[in-house]
């Protein structure tokens, strides 16, 4: 696909942010199923993605555009193929996704107020992490949209992280 960079190259930016910053969420988007793409390289991929342990891996399928390079390109995968890898890696990626916030149960964590409904305030951490806090016991909170909270993160269940409120934090 032409990149500029190599996996080397990536991996090494990533051990960067990993030495500077306090478990970073590291994100990206892997297309699967590119024109040549054997077993080998999907697994080589695989392997990758494995050793870099991204927080979220956004998957797709390669589709061809009309008028692109790799469109007339020899090798394409059949639908078939590109399903089942696309299926492989999203099994992976739902994997390291549940590594990555399981690894922030008992961190404190700073969050933006997304909403405050039904007894639940959900928010995003810094790391883009979803935390929802149950409100039953602090109904008066004085909480709003866009407030920046503290709270420490309690537990990692039904793929939610669950926080509890420690104050509203110094902008």
Do not use: W
């Amino acid at each position: 696909m032409k990149r500029r960079y190599t996996t080397k190259r990536y991996t090494k930016a990533v051990n960067i942010l990993r030495e500077y910053f306090d478990n970073p969420a590291i994100s990206s988007d892997v297309i699967v199923g590119f024109p040549g793409e054997t077993e080998e390289l999907f697994l080589e991929s695989l392997d990758f993605c494995s050793k870099i342990s991204f927080a979220t891996l956004h998957v797709f399928p390669y589709s061809p555009r009309e008028g692109t390079p790799a469109a007339s390109m020899k090798g394409h995968l059949d639908k078939k193929t590109k399903t089942e890898r696309v299926g492989r890696l999203i099994s992976l990626a739902n994997d390291m996704e549940n590594q990555y916030l399981n690894s922030l149960v008992g961190t404190e964590q700073e969050i933006i107020v997304e909403s405050d409904s039904d007894g639940v305030i959900s928010g995003r951490a810094r790391n883009y992490a979803p935390i929802y806090i149950d409100k039953s016991k602090e109904s008066k909170l004085g909480i709003s949209k866009r407030n920046l909270i503290k709270c420490h993160v309690s537990a990692f269940e039904n793929k939610q992280l669950k926080g509890v409120y420690n104050g509203l934090s110094v902008l």
